[in-house]
């Protein structure tokens, strides 16, 4: 092998379609009200109205957050009469809370 150059290893990506997925998971994910509402559907589900008076937004605005959670996936919907419940549709999307917290101790050991 000539000097000064390497052997990267083998690499496999996925199709672009998967990182585009993920990316929208993550932007998702980018706004603390929808965390808030992930963070209380991980206990049980809800109904609109519970998390409007949770987060302390106007109706409007949690659905909005709702629809957006919704399209990416992460929480399923079900109408009952004149209310709609929400709960989380993949359990593995708390695992964020984890890794927030590990960023969070990590950045506080930081010299």
Not at 12 to 27: H, I, L, N, S, T
Not at 32 to 50: F, K, N, P, Q, T
Request: charged share 25%.
């Amino acid at each position: 092998m000539p000097s000064g150059k390497r052997k990267l290893p083998t690499y496999k990506a996925r199709p672009p379609q998967e990182y585009r997925a993920g990316a929208d998971v993550f932007k998702a994910l980018g706004h603390s009200s929808r965390l808030l509402i992930i963070d209380v559907l991980s206990h049980g589900e809800r109904c609109v109205a519970d998390l409007t008076e949770l987060i302390g937004c106007d109706i409007s605005t949690v659905s909005n957050h709702l629809s957006v959670l919704r399209n990416v996936g992460m929480v399923i919907d079900e109408r009952r009469g004149q209310q709609v419940f929400y709960r989380l549709a993949i359990s593995c999307v708390t695992k964020v809370f984890t890794c927030m917290e590990e960023m969070r101790t990590a950045r506080q050991n930081q010299p």
